[in-house]
């Protein structure tokens, strides 16, 4: 994720890194060199045979429009609720944790080994999200029984909350802590498995395709469609027109392609790695405490 002033109009507004800049230019070019043709054609090679392109009724151009700005709306907003959901479920976890590493260390006897395993379960859910599995700094969170069967397990982060709750169940065995505390501790493990799994709900289901092609296939006639219906009057100012048009219309509609998945590692996801950090350092500095 990328931190910014936010009341820096000027440095935002120039910035190119982390902007849908990279992503759109080459089809604004495209665009704007479909429309410098367009203008050609109009003003030399059909002038040639006496003939210009005829004035289209600009109406059923702003239906189409109208129905394609409710389209992109409808992708801006689903992405952006994807990803402020994303956000939730990883602050639930950062949360959770804090509370079963409180609990740890007032009611039981094993805080550091709760802070050890809470550790590796973020950092787990986080390989799993970006699917990446680069599990090698868990070999040292995890003894090496408990590192073998997380790596060969269909849904690893899943294993090292079982190693949580074997934890809980340590504190029953002692019975040094009342039952209703050791409950509770157990919600909190549901808790972290609630927040993955609503994590990969949002991995797993994409925006439907019907949806995301639709959108691109009306972006696609609507803008190579501009050209011809701006031509006959604007001349030579219509590629201008149709450039800035066109950068509205694929940036609005790249930013909700790159948001649609927020666990990825672009620079506008979130921050995965800065969250497991604060996890660690809070549940380290609880069982220290």
Same mark, same amino acid.
């Given at each position: 994720m990328i931190e910014y002033d936010r009341y820096s109009w000027w440095r935002v507004i120039f910035s190119f890194e982390g902007s849908v800049l990279p992503h759109v230019l080459g089809r604004v070019g495209l665009l704007t060199t479909f429309s410098i043709l367009v203008c050609g054609a109009n003003d030399y090679v059909l002038k040639i045979f006496d003939e210009r392109l005829p004035k289209l009724n600009p109406i059923g151009h702003t239906i189409?429009?109208?129905?394609?700005?409710?389209?992109?709306?409808? %992708?801006?907003?689903?992405?952006?609720? %994807?990803?402020?959901?994303? &956000?939730?479920?990883?602050?639930?976890?950062?949360?959770? =944790? %804090?509370?079963?590493? &409180? /609990?740890?260390?007032i009611y039981g006897s094993s805080a550091s080994e709760f802070s050890t395993m809470l550790t590796a379960y973020v950092v787990c859910v986080k390989e799993n999200l970006r699917g990446t599995k680069n599990f090698n700094m868990l070999s040292s969170?995890?003894?090496? %029984?408990?590192?073998? *069967?997380?790596?060969?397990?269909?849904?690893?982060?899943? /294993?090292?909350?079982?190693?949580?709750?074997?934890? @809980?169940? *340590?504190?029953?065995?002692?019975?040094?802590?009342?039952?209703?505390?050791?409950? &509770? /501790?157990?919600?909190?493990?549901? *808790?972290?498995?609630?927040?993955?799994?609503? =994590?990969?709900k949002i991995l797993k289901t994409p925006l439907p395709f019907v949806y995301a092609s639709l959108i691109k296939q009306v972006l696609f006639v609507y803008l190579y469609s501009l050209p011809f219906a701006l031509a006959t009057?604007? +001349?030579?100012?219509?590629?201008?027109?149709?450039?800035? @048009?066109?950068?509205?219309?694929?940036?609005?509609?790249?930013?909700?392609?790159?948001?649609?998945n927020p666990f990825g590692m672009q620079l506008n +996801?979130?921050?995965?790695? *800065?969250?497991?950090?604060?996890?660690?350092? +809070?549940?380290? +500095?609880?069982?220290?405490s």
């Open positions: 189409l429009g109208t129905s394609l700005g409710l389209l992109i709306v409808f %992708r801006t907003n689903s992405s952006n609720a %994807r990803y402020w959901e994303g &956000r939730s479920h990883w602050g639930m976890m950062v949360n959770t =944790c %804090r509370s079963l590493a &409180r /609990m740890a260390k969170l995890l003894n090496g %029984r408990q590192y073998e *069967k997380m790596i060969a397990a269909n849904n690893p982060p899943s /294993m090292i909350a079982t190693y949580l709750s074997a934890l @809980v169940k *340590k504190e029953i065995d002692k019975g040094e802590i009342p039952i209703q505390i050791v409950e &509770r /501790m157990e919600e909190q493990v549901v *808790k972290l498995l609630d927040a993955q799994g609503g =994590c990969e009057d604007m +001349d030579w100012a219509t590629p201008l027109v149709v450039a800035v @048009v066109g950068f509205g219309m694929f940036g609005i509609e790249e930013a909700g392609v790159e948001i649609e +996801d979130l921050p995965l790695e *800065k969250i497991c950090e604060t996890i660690s350092k +809070d549940v380290a +500095d609880i069982a220290k």
